[in-house]
């Protein structure tokens, strides 16, 4: 059974920093892509950052500079360093694992990954 548990939400303020972790049973990060993945209310699920299993990563244009996507593969553990946070990037984040390997243009579509968490809420105050 494949469990993947956010962790490291909260309240910052606007400039503030945050760091999400993403632990995973059941499944091996060295064998696929995993990403993380954002929504607010009323508004659709958007990729954030995304790592394939070869290293490559990607990032949405709007956190591009500010956000940066790692993880360990010794303890199964994935990463999302969030800086210079913004209000609009209030939301709820969720991980997600996917197939070993995608096109780098797909690493941020939701509907290419298998396996979800529960997600973190994330909230910037101005």
């Known amino acids: 059974q494949v469990q993947l548990v956010e962790s490291g939400g909260g309240s910052v303020q606007a400039g503030g920093s945050l760091r999400l972790s993403c632990a995973a049973s059941g499944y091996t990060y060295s064998s696929g892509c995993m990403g993380w993945f954002r929504q607010a209310p009323g508004k659709e699920r958007e990729g954030v950052a995304a790592i394939r299993s070869d290293g490559t990563t990607t990032y949405a244009d709007i956190v591009k500079g500010r956000f940066t996507i790692s993880k360990d593969n010794a303890i199964n553990t994935l990463y999302l360093q969030m800086n210079s946070l913004k209000p609009e990037d209030t939301a709820m984040y969720y991980c997600?694992?996917?197939?070993?390997?995608?096109?780098?243009?797909?690493?941020?579509?939701?509907?290419?990954?298998?396996?979800w968490g529960q997600g973190t809420q994330v909230t910037v105050s101005s």
């Open positions: 997600a694992a996917g197939p070993r390997w995608l096109f780098r243009q797909s690493l941020l579509s939701a509907g290419k990954y298998d396996y």
